[in-house]
């Protein structure tokens, strides 16, 4: 069975530029979280959707976005990058907002 | 203020020898307790879970946990540790009054001396 699948896995960026990160759930899962894992630290929680609505939204600046799709996959974006928005960033699925969450292997991006 | 605390960010131990990290956190109603385990470069894996019920909990790859409601702990054990648990360990929390975020403690790196 296919786990969760994050794109691209590694991508370098400029500061200033605009980032789009990509997340496939498990199959049958509708619902789709996005943390932030900066190096050395735990996660940080940035958005949860669930059914295409987003049901939580983690203290993150509103050049944070995310959406879902009718097929569930969802995409993070980010825009005018800086250079602390280096990080790890991690997909979650889960059968709804309140059930077990399985993380991708994230998409490692690096600001220059 | 809510939180989560991990209190040890290094752990050395032998290959073979016992194992315990700590985890304590700090919120009103005791919410649903996690911990997971990130091997470098990877994502993130469950160990094991408490919602309620029994307060020792069994988990994957022989780690098992206990729920102390007295002292806010969550504290991770495995008896004999081998050389793959080495790798990044996480607490983590689901509050009751929230959707359900997980809100992670700061880790916990664990080395294994062959």
């Known amino acids: 069975d296919a786990g969760v699948t994050q794109s691209p896995t590694h991508l370098i960026k400029t500061r200033g530029q605009h980032v789009t990160l990509r997340c496939s759930p498990i199959?049958?899962?509708?619902?789709v979280s996005w943390y932030q894992q900066v190096l050395g630290q735990g996660p940080q929680f940035i958005f949860q959707?669930?059914?295409?609505?987003?049901?939580g939204r983690g203290n993150f600046p509103d050049r944070f976005s995310a959406r879902q799709f009718p097929n569930y996959s969802s995409e993070l974006n980010v825009n005018a990058l800086l250079l602390g928005d280096s990080a790890l960033y991690l997909c979650?699925?889960?059968?709804?907002?309140?059930?077990?969450?399985?993380f991708g292997q994230g998409t490692r991006l690096t600001v220059v | 203020a809510q939180s989560v605390t991990q209190p040890d960010i290094h752990i050395t131990v032998s290959e073979g020898a016992s194992l315990e990290l700590r985890c304590n956190y700090s919120?009103?109603?005791?919410?649903?307790l996690f911990w997971y385990v990130q091997s470098p470069g990877q994502g993130l894996q469950l160990l094991l879970k408490?919602?309620?019920?029994?307060?020792l909990v069994q988990g994957i790859k022989g780690f098992e946990a206990e729920f102390k409601r007295s002292q806010s702990s969550f504290n991770l054990r495995k008896p004999s540790v081998h050389w793959s648990d080495a790798a990044e360990y996480f607490c983590?929390?689901?509050?009751?009054?929230?959707?359900?975020?997980?809100?992670f403690g700061s880790g916990t790196r664990l080395l294994v001396r062959p």
């Open positions: 979650a699925s889960s059968l709804g907002p309140e059930t077990e969450a399985f």
């Open positions: 199959s049958g899962h509708k619902s």
């Open positions: 959707y669930y059914e295409k609505e987003e049901r």
């Open positions: 919120y009103g109603a005791t919410p649903y």
């Open positions: 408490y919602f309620s019920g029994d307060t």
């Open positions: 983590a929390v689901v509050p009751m009054d929230s959707s359900y975020k997980l809100i």
